[in-house]
């Protein structure tokens, strides 16, 4: 009852509408990037220390290259839209891990790591940036935040724990993971299909402002189903699920993304 009560004192204080950028839809998010971000930079440092890191200089310098031009184009997008403030708040870095798993993600506040199993899915530069787009987008449009304020935390085990700053503990780690859908196992939480959707969308407009080929994002998801059709799923898939109604939005989408990536690039805002 206790808990209760203060999640709904907590609900009441911070409870905020905003609207996602670009996009136009309209979000709950009730925690805040100062609880937020300290436990994804700290649980990032845990992730790096207890995995190893590729030796392949080419691939790991491709995705901080990309990386880095994405979110360039990001960081421009925000200082040119009002959000000064959480352009800050960013810690960009990118980092690719010797692991055959075929994942990527990006937690809260820029953090992203490759697994070296992805990068035969993303064939080449403009699929790590289709790759790239995608996973920032979830951290720019803060669905990890949206996911914790909807509740879905808190019915896996506590967002009080997953928040804690610490980032030690194996428990506060296993619900981190679970709902950025890092490492393996049972119970990932799956972005919903308006998560996806919106990453996909956002991640093409990103990837076309920072200037690569926009139609190698569906191409790379073609790639994924193709890859999930024997053996075992991919790990990306058990989070991200793909269909063909997926690949479909990316090419229907590519006029409107090109739209807004031409906006863009005249003067740094999208209308
Ligand atoms: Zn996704």
Redesign the pocket.
Known sequence: MKKIIVLVITVFLFSECSTVPITGRKRVNFVSDSQVLPASFAQYSSFLEENKLSTNRTMSNQIKDVGKNISAAVDRFMRANNMVSEANSYKWEFNLIEDKTVNAWCMPGGKVVFYTGIMPICDNENGVAAVMG??VA?AFAKHGQERMSQGQLQQIGGLAVALGTSGKDSESQQIWNTAFGIGSGLGMLK?SRV??QE??RLGLVFMLMAGYDGTEAAEVWVRMSENSGGGSTPEILS??PSNASRIQDLRTYLPTAKKYAAQYNANGVVK
């Open positions: 995608h996973e979830h972005f998560h996806e990453a996909d989070t991200h």
